[in-house]
């Protein structure tokens, strides 16, 4: 029997602590011959990332010692902080930033000692791909280390006997480089890489090198890619076919090339004149392939993500995302079938293929992540590594609805609708559920459906939550990502109000209790709403969000110094709008309560961002509270900082609305809050 209790008051098992436990991030897989490597972010230990192996027999160890955290700060976001060849672990430390050298043969066990391979300095490394037949890496680097100069990224080699320093520049030019691959048998190099102020989702080359006997980069030609097309993911197939993603066709889907040869090239390989894609290269979509609405392929935020992989010569795995949700298909290159392998199942950005099956890390909307292996063609799944924590039972659980609604422009735009779920109470009749609108980062990024315990942290407490895919998000084609061009403050500000009345119409959510929330670009999102459209949220919560966007312009790190250009518009010819959409500078507008959360460390958003918005709201009399954390930097990594936010959050919303918390919670100091009568 449930109890029927005013919403928000609901007792939850899924209460922070949970939510910071379960907040294990598991990531990247590589498969080393019978071995399986992936990496867990661990809240309890000041979020740290540590390199785990799975050997045949099942044993798992902890390859990376206390003090060292396999993270690498390429573009601030990282991604691609370690390699595996044939027991030998490469991997990127976060606290210097060197990379590391781990012989993990099979007979090591336990925590080894990582030898440094690059010397001290402010060189950053990402990326890389193992040349065994010239006994080095080939990575991604960035160079810090002239003073009032913008960092310098590069391709280098890097000797893994230790003996090159920060290593030999291979390719130069372009302000930004990624993926670089060789082929089988390692005689080609390809690559993408591209220049401000395009991100790699709006427009990337992808090119190719012949790499000589002693490892110099000849006959470069681009094959692929320009301002207007975004490649992502090259790889080869056995046979020395280039693979990758592009978005020519407004959707990333599948292609192959066989390039052609032009002249050779001497030195370095450097970014001017390049040479016309279609002289020589021949360029065909990969057949078959997932449905026509489907989508292959991710915004790189972070480095070496993948959608797919070869798990046999005939044989290809892909991830693909249809209507915000991400499956799991097989392409048999031989019978031309491509089916789903796992209906439900949701993979995350990383895939590794192995010899039949596939290795990732998944989940569904009711059950967490996991690293488990797929069999490429029964679908066979063996979980390899789950969350651990706390185990939640189903009746806790909210699934989410996909659901479309109307816009501006007469468009429509997606969102997943949780409805508050807890088997053990009930809403008191006639009342409607406090809505929670997440506006996600990015802001080119996606909401998906997999299970979130911070989502269900609000709904198992009778939250209702919408997870809102504004115009600008991934998985719905390049046109649906740019709906966002020079529109940033406005359409996706649009479409999280349109969001909220569209479930108010629904019945779904009680007007006089919406909240908006979001992080980093989500926290512009829900500044930007709360100060131009002051009558619509009656609550808001931003975490390390962006409030000035001319201070973003000067504070920002390379990868997104120019982005505003094409989500704005060119600055200082548009200082103006700069200013109007700027939330900084319209705090007077906003008359709802506003709680902020900050890392002091973020050099994303630095932290003047927030504080310039609370002391706004302080001159201004305005309901503000500000919470900063001490050692966090973009996105809150130790527990008890994630426990703190939430639980915070969770009295804010009391306070203002009026109901009390069924948790025990440390109170927030909330200024100028008025007494409630």
Same mark, same amino acid.
């Given at each position: 029997?449930?109890?029927?209790?005013?919403?928000?008051?609901?007792?939850?098992?899924?209460?922070?602590?949970?939510v910071?436990?379960?907040?294990?991030?598991?990531?990247?897989?590589?498969?080393?011959?019978?071995?399986?490597?992936?990496?867990?972010g661990?809240?309890?230990?000041?979020?740290?990332?540590?390199?785990?192996?799975?050997?045949?027999?099942g044993?798992?160890?902890?390859?990376t010692?206390?003090?060292?955290?396999?993270?690498?700060?390429?573009?601030?976001?990282?991604?691609?902080?370690?390699?595996v060849?044939?027991?030998?672990?490469?991997f990127?430390?976060?606290?210097?930033?060197?990379?590391?050298?781990?012989?993990?043969?099979?007979?090591?066990?336990?925590?080894?000692t990582?030898?440094?391979?690059?010397p001290?300095?402010?060189?950053?490394?990402?990326?890389?791909?193992?040349?065994a037949?010239r006994?080095?890496?080939?990575?991604?680097?960035?160079d810090?280390?002239?003073?009032?100069?913008?960092?310098v990224?590069t391709?280098?080699?890097v000797?893994?006997?230790?003996?090159?320093?920060?290593?030999?520049?291979?390719?130069?030019?372009y302000?930004?480089?990624?993926?670089?691959r060789?082929?089988p048998?390692?005689?080609?190099?390809?690559?993408?890489?591209?220049?401000?102020?395009?991100?790699?989702?709006?427009?990337?080359?992808?090119?190719v090198?012949?790499?000589?006997?002693?490892?110099a980069?000849?006959?470069?030609?681009?094959?692929?890619?320009?301002?207007?097309?975004?490649?992502?993911?090259?790889?080869?197939?056995?046979?020395?076919?280039?693979?990758?993603?592009?978005?020519?066709?407004?959707?990333?889907?599948?292609?192959?090339?066989?390039?052609?040869?032009?002249?050779?090239?001497a030195?370095?390989v450097?970014?001017?004149?390049?040479?016309?894609?279609?002289?020589?290269?021949t360029?065909l979509?990969?057949?078959?392939?997932?449905?026509?609405?489907?989508?292959?392929?991710?915004?790189?935020?972070?480095l070496?993500?993948?959608?797919?992989g070869?798990?046999?010569?005939?044989?290809?795995?892909?991830s693909?995302?249809?209507?915000?949700?991400w499956h799991?298909?097989?392409?048999?290159?031989?019978?031309?079938v491509?089916?789903?392998?796992?209906?439900?199942?949701?993979?995350?950005?990383?895939l590794?293929?192995?010899?039949?099956?596939v290795?990732?890390v998944?989940?569904?909307?009711?059950?967490?992540?996991?690293?488990?292996?797929?069999h490429?063609?029964?679908g066979a799944?063996?979980?390899?590594?789950?969350?651990?924590?706390?185990?939640?039972?189903?009746?806790?659980?909210?699934v989410?609805?996909?659901?479309?609604?109307?816009?501006?422009g007469?468009?429509?735009a997606?969102l997943?609708?949780?409805?508050?779920?807890?088997?053990?109470?009930?809403?008191?009749?006639?009342?409607?559920?406090?809505?929670?609108?997440?506006?996600?980062?990015?802001?080119?990024?996606?909401?998906?459906?997999?299970?979130?315990?911070?989502?269900?942290?609000?709904t198992?407490?009778?939250?209702?939550?919408a997870?809102?895919?504004?115009?600008?998000?991934?998985?719905?084609?390049?046109?649906y990502?740019?709906?966002?061009?020079?529109?940033?403050? /406005? +359409?996706?500000?649009?479409? &999280?109000?349109?969001? !909220?009345?569209? %479930?108010v =119409?629904? $019945?779904?959510?009680?007007?006089?209790?919406?909240?908006i929330?979001g992080?980093?670009?989500?926290g512009?999102?829900?500044?930007?709403a709360?100060t131009?459209?002051?009558?619509?949220?009656?609550?808001?919560?931003?975490?390390?969000?962006?409030?000035?966007?001319?201070?973003?312009?000067?504070?920002?790190?390379?990868?997104?110094?120019?982005?505003?250009?094409?989500?704005?518009g060119?600055?200082?010819?548009?200082?103006?709008?700069?200013?109007?959409?700027?939330?900084?500078?319209a705090?007077?507008?906003?008359?709802?309560?506003?709680?902020?959360f900050?890392?002091?460390?973020?050099? /994303? +958003?630095?932290?003047?961002? &927030?504080?310039?918005? !609370?002391?706004? %709201?302080? =001159?201004k $009399?305005?309901?503000?509270?500000y919470?900063?954390?001490?050692?966090?930097?973009?996105?809150?990594?130790?527990?008890?900082?994630?426990?703190?936010?939430?639980?915070?959050?969770?009295?804010?919303?009391g306070?203002?609305?009026g109901f009390?918390?069924?948790?025990?919670?440390?109170?927030?100091?909330?200024?100028?809050?008025?007494?409630?009568?």
């Open positions: 029997m449930s109890t029927s209790g005013p919403f928000g008051t609901w007792t939850s098992p899924i209460t922070a602590q949970v910071a436990t379960q907040g294990l991030r598991l990531g990247a897989p590589v498969v080393d011959g019978s071995d399986v490597y992936w990496l867990e661990r809240p309890a230990e000041g979020g740290r990332n540590v390199l785990v192996r799975r050997a045949a027999d044993t798992l160890h902890e390859l010692p206390p003090g060292f955290n396999v993270r690498t700060r390429v573009h601030e976001y990282g991604g691609g902080a370690y390699v060849h044939r027991g030998l672990v490469v990127a430390n976060f606290a210097d930033q060197r990379l590391y050298r781990l012989d993990a043969g099979p007979a090591a066990g336990g925590a080894l990582p030898l440094p391979l690059t001290e300095g402010r060189w950053h490394f990402a990326d890389a791909v193992v040349d037949a006994n080095r890496l080939v990575c991604v680097r960035e810090h280390t002239v003073e009032g100069r913008e960092c990224n391709l280098v080699a000797p893994l006997d230790g003996s090159g320093g920060a290593g030999q520049v291979l390719a130069e030019g302000d930004f480089y990624a993926t670089p060789l082929s048998d390692g005689a080609a190099l390809a690559w993408i890489c591209w220049r401000h102020p395009q991100m790699p989702w709006d427009g990337t080359e992808l090119w090198a012949d790499v000589e006997a002693e490892g980069l000849t006959n470069a030609r681009r094959v692929a890619g320009s301002e207007t097309e975004s490649i992502y993911q090259p790889g080869w197939s056995s046979g020395g076919e280039l693979w990758f993603a592009s978005d020519r066709d407004d959707r990333w889907r599948l292609y192959r090339v066989v390039p052609g040869v032009h002249g050779a090239g030195g370095p450097r970014g001017a004149g390049s040479l016309d894609p279609a002289n020589g290269a360029m979509p990969v057949e078959p392939a997932p449905p026509a609405d489907a989508e292959t392929g991710r915004p790189l935020w972070i070496g993500t993948s959608c797919w070869f798990t046999s010569a005939a044989r290809v795995v892909v693909f995302t249809r209507e915000g949700r799991l298909g097989s392409a048999d290159l031989g019978t031309g491509f089916r789903e392998l796992v209906p439900g199942l949701e993979p995350g950005p990383w590794a293929a192995a010899d039949g099956e290795v990732l998944a989940g569904s909307a009711t059950v967490p992540d996991a690293v488990m292996a797929v490429a063609e029964s799944t063996r979980v390899l590594r789950a969350m651990g924590g706390t185990s939640i039972e189903a009746g806790y659980l909210s989410p609805q996909s659901l479309w609604f109307p816009t501006d007469n468009r429509t997606q997943f609708y949780y409805p508050p779920g807890n088997r053990d109470f009930g809403p008191i009749d006639g009342e409607r559920p406090p809505l929670i609108v997440i506006s996600h980062g990015g802001p080119v990024a996606a909401a998906d459906s997999t299970l979130d315990y911070t989502v269900q942290f609000w198992s407490r009778g939250f209702a939550v997870d809102v895919n504004y115009g600008g998000s991934t998985g719905f084609g390049r046109a990502r740019q709906r966002l061009n020079g529109q940033w403050g /406005v +359409v996706d500000v649009a479409d &999280s109000i349109k969001a !909220a009345e569209f %479930l =119409r629904e $019945g779904k959510a009680d007007p006089s209790r919406l909240v929330r992080g980093s670009a989500g512009f999102t829900t500044l930007a709360l131009l459209y002051p009558d619509v949220f009656k609550a808001g919560a931003s975490y390390y969000g962006v409030s000035d966007l001319e201070a973003i312009l000067h504070d920002s790190h390379k990868f997104e110094a120019r982005c505003l250009d094409i989500l704005v060119p600055y200082p010819a548009m200082k103006a709008l700069y200013e109007a959409r700027s939330p900084v500078h705090v007077d507008r906003l008359s709802c309560p506003l709680i902020l900050q890392g002091l460390e973020d050099k /994303v +958003v630095p932290p003047n961002q &927030s504080e310039m918005v !609370a002391d706004a %709201l302080r =001159r $009399g305005r309901p503000v509270a919470l900063a954390f001490e050692g966090e930097q973009h996105g809150f990594r130790k527990a008890e900082n994630i426990i703190r936010s939430l639980e915070a959050e969770l009295f804010f919303y306070a203002v609305f009390a918390p069924a948790d025990r919670i440390e109170p927030v100091a909330i200024e100028n809050l008025p007494a409630r009568t």
